[in-house]
């Protein structure tokens, strides 16, 4: 469980914990938050006005946090060692009206474990920058990606400026790219563009993630959420990589009893559940979302029902093709068809899962929550 403590509030802002925001006018008694359940949690901050921009923030794990404000009038996240100290804070604030707040329970915290349940503190620390704090990673909505940042170095170093990018301020998400060598096998060039297996089950799972898809879960959360929260398009497109990945690929490794699809599904289907309507238009690729719940046989659309309902609940008209990014060719999905296995060892197919039942009422999605979206 953890506690935070904010004795001022020198701005009106907008502070967010886990999925939920609300607004702080300045000198309000706010001073912080509360039984904020066990596991990893995000704060985040903007400052509410006009011009604002920059979102930026703190996740955290298990533990007693206070904030103070810099010389940028930013506020800057530290681990409050002092047991007594801290407790004596939390009573003198409570002693104020509204001064420390419960952590919300609108659902009972069940959205803010769907979707970072798979999220591993020691995996995610390694994405993001170096930090002072053991338990604290710092995020703005600013932060670049590590492809981004190859990319402006290589651009300045042409134009011989030696500065470069600053890794202090770039996420190091795993490298994806799908039309490297390592993605596409010579004389498997058809192939491996249209069905990413080999690069999926071959190269990305043992050379990032041990073979453990429960790791690329991890990320696939975390870089999510990190769009969401932040605003953060370089996060998104890394979501987006993760996503087309292990969708498009015919064959998913073995593991925990073949659920992978599943799991797969469920993620999903919460995340997609959760997609601010506001950036839709910005950080979504709906292209990519219908070829892969609409595309063709190769896709694993057929097998992703509860992310299909989603969908069609969130984002209807990325479905019926009324935005213009569905094939009418390829709008018709069967739902029967069989996944296959995949052999990270061989390389061959193993059992098949029986045919999706299309008639099944076992699509269940999570009720969605309505919060107030940071503004960009």
Not at 130 to 154: A, G, M, Q, R
Not at 322 to 341: F, R
Request: overall charge negative; glycine content about 6%; aromatic content about 12%.
């Amino acid at each position: 469980m953890s506690r935070i403590v904010i004795p001022q509030i020198s701005h009106d802002t907008v502070i967010g914990i886990d999925q939920f925001s609300f607004s702080v006018k300045k000198g309000h008694p706010f001073c912080g938050i509360v039984n904020i359940p066990a596991g990893t949690h995000v704060i985040h901050f903007q400052n509410d006005g006009e011009g604002s921009s920059l979102r930026y923030g703190y996740w955290f794990r298990d533990g007693d946090y206070c904030f103070t404000y810099d010389d940028d009038d930013t506020l800057v996240m530290s681990e409050e060692l002092d047991t007594a100290k801290f407790e004596s804070n939390v009573a003198q604030f409570g002693k104020v009206a509204g001064g420390v707040i419960e952590y919300p329970k609108i659902d009972e915290e069940a959205k803010w474990y769907s979707l970072s349940k798979f999220i591993l503190w020691d995996q995610i620390s390694q994405f993001a920058p170096p930090s002072k704090y053991h338990n604290i990673i710092p995020v703005d909505s600013s932060f670049t990606t590590l492809e981004e940042h190859d990319i402006v170095s290589k651009t300045l170093d042409h134009s011989q400026d030696r500065e470069g990018g600053n890794l202090a301020t770039t996420f190091q998400y795993t490298p994806i790219r799908f039309k490297s060598r390592d993605a596409i096998r010579p004389g498997h060039e058809m192939t491996d563009f249209r069905d990413r297996t080999f690069y999926l089950n071959d190269v990305i799972l043992p050379r990032y993630y041990r073979n453990k898809m429960q790791l690329y879960f991890s990320e696939l959360q975390f870089s999510f959420l990190n769009g969401i929260l932040f605003g953060n398009y370089g996060s998104s497109l890394q979501w987006h990589s993760l996503v087309e990945l292990v969708c498009s690929s015919t064959k998913l490794p073995r593991e925990n009893d073949g659920i992978i699809i599943q799991q797969v599904d469920e993620i999903l289907a919460c995340q997609m559940d959760t997609f601010p309507e506001e950036y839709f238009d910005v950080l979504l690729n709906k292209e990519m979302w219908s070829d892969i719940l609409l595309g063709n046989s190769t896709r694993q659309g057929p097998h992703l029902p509860l992310t299909r309902e989603a969908v069609n609940k969130k984002i209807p008209r990325l479905l019926d093709g009324s935005d213009g990014s569905v094939d009418s060719d390829t709008a018709d999905v069967d739902t029967n068809t069989q996944l296959e296995y995949y052999d990270s060892e061989t390389g061959n197919d193993g059992e098949y899962l029986p045919p999706i039942d299309s008639d099944s009422d076992g699509a269940v999605v999570v009720e969605s929550l309505t919060y107030k979206l940071l503004r960009r």
